[in-house]
Structure formats: C-alpha cells, structure tokens
C-alpha cells in the first residue's frame, strides 16, 4: 500500500507561537489547524510503497544537519486552485537549507517535482474563495528555526488530510561559523 508523505522541517517553540500568532481568524464552521501541524515542506512525494517509507524512516538521521535560521520574505497568500488559497509566510532559502532539498531529491527522485519551482514556505491558513489579499499586519514575520526534520505520512480521513510523524530527527543547534556537516554535502 503507497503513502502520500513529505519531508520536513519542524520549527523551534519560540518560531511554531509566533507562526501561530499570524495565524487568521477562522470562518465559521471551519476546523481549527493544529498548531503542531506548522512545518516548512523540503519534498513531497504523492505516494510512496511501505518499503520505501522504511527506508527513508533509516535515511533522514544522515540527513539531519544545523542549519542556520530561515530570513522571512512576505505573508502573502497563493492560490491553490480556481476557489482555493492558502496564507503562506514565504523564507529566502541559504545554502544549507538547499543542500538539504537537493539530497532528498537526489535520495528519492519525483519525475513530477520541479513543475512548480520550490519556495521554502509555511502554510498558516487554507481556504476557499478568492485568493485573500496580502493580511496586513503589525507583526514582526519571524525567522523560522529549526528543531527537527521529519517524515510525515499525509493520510484522507473525514475529507480532509491528516499528518502523522513517521520519525522525527533533531536538528544540531546553528552555531554561527561552526559550518555544516552532514552526508548530504555540507562542509
């Protein structure tokens, strides 16, 4: 039986409240997102055999690697579709944080990635509708830091997905001039 799952970056406490703080008021009669659902996608795959998910749950500990924190770009929201949008905060991707995409992809090939380029983002918010404008707010956007990468399975329940962490590996702490090391290219 396939999976679909995505790998990921989970934030800090201090970045996952203030991620949460930006969050919009919910229309009613919509679900409130889980707060622990925040996380910065690296690579999504729509469906992956049991045997590979197993392989990536022994893989992502090579992987995990410091990283220094992510700068914010914009609070912007996209669309997703002709009546559906999410609210992003959008980060400006370094060196590091590229390094990580390019050994997952290397890892685990998805003819279908790269359609779309990738932007490093956390999603705040979902929706349906026209595409909101730009929220304004007063708010400071926070850096984003990393406390883990993870493996999440993605699975339909009650027409909406729910995620569920396969194996969560802690990210070393950025230390500033200490560099990366890791298996997936750092220095």
């Given amino acids: 039986m396939s999976a679909r799952c995505f790998f990921a970056l ?13 969050r919009p008021a919910r229309p009613p009669g919509t679900p409130p997102a889980p707060d622990d659902g925040l996380h910065l996608t690296l690579r999504f795959h729509p469906a992956l055999p049991q045997r590979t998910l197993e392989d ?16 914010p770009v914009a609070l912007t929201g996209w669309a997703t ?19 990580l995409h390019a050994a997952l992809a290397r890892w685990m090939p998805d003819p279908a990635a790269g359609a779309i380029p990738w932007q490093p983002h956390v999603t705040l ?10 929220p304004a707010t007063a ?12 493996l999440v399975v993605s ?30 290219g750092g220095t």
């Fill in 10 to 22: 989970l934030p800090d406490a201090a970045t996952r409240d203030a991620l949460t703080a930006l």
């Fill in 56 to 71: 990536a749950a022994r893989i992502l500990p090579t992987l995990a690697a410091s990283l220094p924190p992510l700068a």
């Fill in 139 to 150: 708010t400071p956007l926070p850096v984003f830091t990393a406390a883990a990468l993870a």
């Fill in 81 to 99: 579709g002709p009546h559906t949008w999410v609210q992003v905060v959008e980060y400006a991707p370094h060196a590091g944080l590229l390094r």
């Fill in 155 to 184: 699975r339909a329940q009650n027409g909406r997905y729910r995620h569920f962490t396969r194996v969560e590996v802690p990210i070393p702490k950025w230390v500033r001039g200490a560099g990366l090391r890791s298996h997936c």
């Fill in 125 to 134: 918010a979902r929706g349906r509708g026209a595409v909101r404008a730009r």
